[in-house]
């Protein structure tokens, strides 16, 4: 069996992403504001090295995995499984073009040019909130 951080440079590979549109970036920058500093929030509290806030956050996701599946996961599984995710507040973006690059090249995305995908992105690295565009590096445009 391969795990698969072993085929990501530095074992990192992105599964989650927070999407938003131009149109709403434009429009409703204070709601934007307001989720991802919630998003940062939410990153800060799974990735905490502090033992209680890192068991809270467990706690947590636990009891949604059991609301939303009907199933408890055993606290074995569930430490098991935490002490192999990364949380960041990072696109890790060039995974996810490589990635759109591998579903092309086998016809999951057929007539699609996955470089497009790497000019869409903000750099969120040096202010996770976007409160102040400047410092924010926009690198694309969606058309």
């Known amino acids: 069996m391969v795990d698969e951080k072993d085929l990501w440079p530095g074992g990192l590979f992105s599964t989650t992403v927070v999407v938003a549109t131009p149109r709403f970036i434009e429009s409703d920058r204070p ?5 991802l500093s919630a998003h940062s ?7 905490s090295t ?5 068991r809270n956050a467990r706690d947590t996701v636990s009891s949604w995995l059991t609301r939303t599946t009907g199933k408890e996961l055993s606290q074995q599984v569930l430490d098991r499984a935490w002490g192999q995710l990364s949380f960041t507040t990072d696109t890790l973006s ?5 990635r ?4 092309t090249s086998i016809g999951l995305l057929p007539d699609f040019d996955p470089a497009a995908l790497a000019s ?24």
């Open 31 to 35: 709601a934007l504001e307001k989720l």
């Open 41 to 47: 929030e939410c990153v800060d509290r799974l990735s």
């Open 50 to 54: 502090d033992p209680q806030t890192s």
């Open 94 to 98: 060039e995974t996810i073009v490589r």
């Open 100 to 103: 759109a690059e591998q579903a």
């Open 120 to 143: 869409i992105f903000y750099d969120l690295s040096d202010d996770a909130t976007l409160v102040d565009r400047d410092r924010a590096k926009y690198v694309g445009e969606v058309k």
